[in-house]
């Protein structure tokens, strides 16, 4: 007889991904006999055996996206998960983030797109999945009556929409600025070696390391509220040694790109979220850890090329 597994749906993603494992989390709760477990989660307590481990958990969702297998966590996890893979293949469920090529223990698994299904749909393939491997799903629960919503002249403004969210917008991009310098601390300090640089204008930055760089561009909107304006975040790369500050910009050419939109009930509450169908969201920590770590990995790449 199978002994019932820990939990029924553990989580394999990359660190930046928080909020989305959030989301998902928050879909899945209330049709699971357990929440849904992961590493990374700061309030997951330690426990002797991974989530992941075939033992512990009915079914594992890999959210996959260019980072993950790159980092150390996600890494060690790919080695299990390929175990688990050729064991049980069904008891998988790949949710691709971006047009990452799948890993080749991947091919054949249960998959989905996030961006096709959105958040709602990716939660709806891992009931499923639970569903066929046994597992028992809550009933959905109809929603408890309330207060009708306000007409839209009751409702207060959006804070996006108010003049004290231009301030909440500056301490954000503070925020982007201060993140930046950690990640090429190392070789900031082997000086004459590397081209280590972080220029700055008005609602602009950039962290550049030699012939690569990341640049985040603050686009005010014409309606001039911040829920407007938009961050422009593009990769760079083959920037010119002889080139400085946003002239080297000129020289070089962009890799990767993509527009997010803030997000915040208030000042405590904000988010990016990737101005697309169905786009992740992440605070501004993460956003700059995902794009820096991005583009190491793909000047890496074209080191060991």
């Given at each position: ?19 989305l494992v959030g989301e998902i989390a ?49 890494r060690s996890e790919a080695a299990m ?225």
């Amino acid at each position: 007889m199978m002994t019932t597994p820990l939990h029924d749906v553990a989580v394999s993603a990359v660190a930046y991904d928080s909020i989305l494992v959030g989301e998902i989390a928050e879909r899945l709760a209330p049709r699971l006999r357990t929440r849904p477990a992961w590493a990374g989660a700061a309030n997951e307590p330690a426990i002797a055996a991974s989530p992941l481990a075939e033992e512990s958990s009915r079914l594992v969702l890999v959210l996959h996206q260019r980072l993950w297998g790159h980092d150390d966590v996600t890494r060690s996890e790919a080695a299990m998960l390929g175990e688990r893979a050729r064991r049980r293949p069904a008891s998988i469920v790949v949710a691709a983030l971006d047009e990452t090529p799948l890993p080749h223990w991947a091919s054949g698994l249960p998959s989905c797109s996030l961006a096709a299904l959105g958040v709602d749909g990716v939660a709806d393939s891992v009931l499923d999945a639970v569903a066929r491997s046994g597992g028992t799903l809550r009933p959905v629960s109809a929603p408890a009556d309330g207060e009708s919503a306000p007409h839209s002249w009751d409702a207060p403004k959006a804070f996006l929409q108010q003049m004290r969210a231009h301030a909440a917008l500056q301490h954000e991009l503070a925020a982007l600025s201060s993140q930046l310098r950690p990640w090429f601390r190392a070789e900031e300090a082997q000086a004459g070696t590397h081209v280590v640089e972080f220029p700055a204008r008005p609602n602009r930055l950039i962290a550049r390391l030699d012939d690569i760089g990341v640049s985040f561009s603050w686009v005010p909107g014409q309606g001039g509220t911040v829920a407007d304006g938009r961050l422009l975040v593009i990769e760079w790369a083959g920037l010119r040694r002889v080139d400085r500050g946003l002239e080297a910009l000129k020289g070089g050419t962009p890799v990767r790109e993509r527009v997010y939109r803030p997000e915040a009930r208030d000042a405590e509450r904000w988010q990016w979220r990737a101005d697309e169908p169905n786009g992740r969201a992440c605070n501004t920590a993460h956003l700059v850890g995902e794009w820096l770590s991005g583009a190491l990995m793909a000047r890496r790449g074209l080191e060991n090329a």
